[in-house]
């Protein structure tokens, strides 16, 4: 039998336990996890046990001391990316990080750059494209069954949803709200779609109006409203080199219709489609034919599990089979400056630049 990869993980909370190591726990014939690191003593001890994994650390240095361990999982909050996600590279070991990469392109440049150097795989945590509805959805364009997409309306709305735990409220550790925590998913989901064109410009704005209000209810768990030093809605218009625009819209919280509102809204030249990335929302594609309209629901979207466990398993693929990264570096390094860009026309008021160079 070939040799088990041999996982270490760091940052062992909410999407370490529930997706990350249930992954690599779906695979016990190809992969082991053998040490498991947080700085919360208590939160590391208790992964550990809850997977049966042999090894704890509070710092991640310690734990990619370890040359037996061949990758890492990161999982920490987005202000604790990037040093692991180096370090880890340096070290010699393939990175599965969590979304978004970084916390601005310039660290996303880093973790890129220290992956070509290392020749090591590293995939960004955006797990949305193993669903059946991406699947689905990416055979079909690949096709060519939409003709060219040249414009996308991406939307992550939240009414009431600030995530009253961990940091997402915290500028300082998150380096955004909802712009760089789901928008960052369906901008993914979309850009996956559209064969991620080259940005060229964004303009953009943030409101921070009703996420810091105390008399308003969140269903999301409380939260000390005076510490919510993130946007609460963003809206961005992005442009790209081959003419294609995309517009994006996200939300912790919004006087809007539905609890949530996932989607993603594709305009081709032959088609166009509605896909939300999770749920039980059918894909609903727009087309014509004989001059007659058709509006047509697919009837034989793939299942899939957990596209969580999905996007472990294809990390733990390429490194066995020397594939290129499932989700690489690069489209993470796009998304984060893309939000840069909009963050800084929201502060100037004008368009900017996306500089998404390597
Ligand atoms: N892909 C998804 O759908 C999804 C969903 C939720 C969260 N996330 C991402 O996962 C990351 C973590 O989010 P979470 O919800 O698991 O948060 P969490 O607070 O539940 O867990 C983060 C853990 O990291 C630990 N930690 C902090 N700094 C550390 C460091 N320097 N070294 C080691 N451990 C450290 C904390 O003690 C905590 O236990 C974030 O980047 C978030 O954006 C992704």
């Keep these: 039998m070939a040799k088990k990869l041999k996982i270490g993980i760091i940052g062992s909370g909410g999407i370490a336990q529930g997706c990350h190591m249930r992954g690599y726990a779906s695979m016990p014939d190809l992969c082991e996890m053998v040490a498991v690191c947080d700085v919360n003593p208590d939160t590391a001890k208790q992964a550990a046990e809850k997977y049966d994994v042999g090894k704890t650390y509070t710092d991640f240095r310690e734990l990619l001391k370890d040359k037996s361990i061949d990758a890492v999982s990161v999982a920490t909050p987005n202000a604790y990316h990037v040093e692991p996600t180096v370090e880890a590279l340096k070290a010699g070991k393939h990175v599965l990080c969590e979304k ?8 996303c440049r880093r973790m890129c750059r220290a992956a070509k150097e290392a020749d090591k795989i590293l995939q960004v945590g955006l797990q949305n494209r193993f669903t059946g509805a991406a699947r689905f959805m990416k055979a079909y364009i690949d096709a060519g069954s939409m003709g060219d997409i040249y414009y996308a309306r991406a939307q992550a709305l939240r009414r009431r949803g600030v995530p009253g735990w961990g940091v997402f409220i915290d500028k300082e550790k998150q380096g955004g709200g909802p712009l760089i925590d789901i928008g960052v998913h369906i901008l993914d989901f979309t850009l996956y779609f559209m064969g991620y064109p080259k940005p060229v410009s964004a303009f953009g704005k ?45 939300s912790f919280m919004a006087n809007q219709a539905s609890g949530e509102n996932f989607k993603t809204q594709l305009y081709g030249t032959k088609s166009g489609a509605i896909v939300t990335p999770w749920g039980d929302k059918p894909v609903e594609i727009f087309t014509e034919a004989n001059r007659q309209l058709l509006d047509v629901i697919p009837a034989n979207i793939p299942h899939v599990e957990s596209a969580h466990v999905d996007e472990v398993k294809a990390f733990v693929d390429a490194i066995l089979h020397h594939k290129p990264s499932p989700v690489p570096g690069e489209n993470g390094l796009i998304l984060n400056a893309i939000f840069d860009a909009i963050y800084k026309s929201s502060e100037t008021g004008h368009e900017e630049k996306v500089n998404a160079a390597v």
Aim: hydrophobic content about 40%.
């Design 100 to 107: 978004p990469l970084g916390m601005n392109a310039a660290e």
């Design 206 to 250: 943030t409101w921070n109006t009703l996420g810091k209000n105390p008399e308003l209810f969140n269903s999301w768990g409380d939260y000390d409203r005076s510490k919510f030093t993130v946007e609460d809605f963003a809206v961005g218009m992005i442009k790209f080199e081959n003419g294609a625009t995309v517009t994006l819209e996200s």
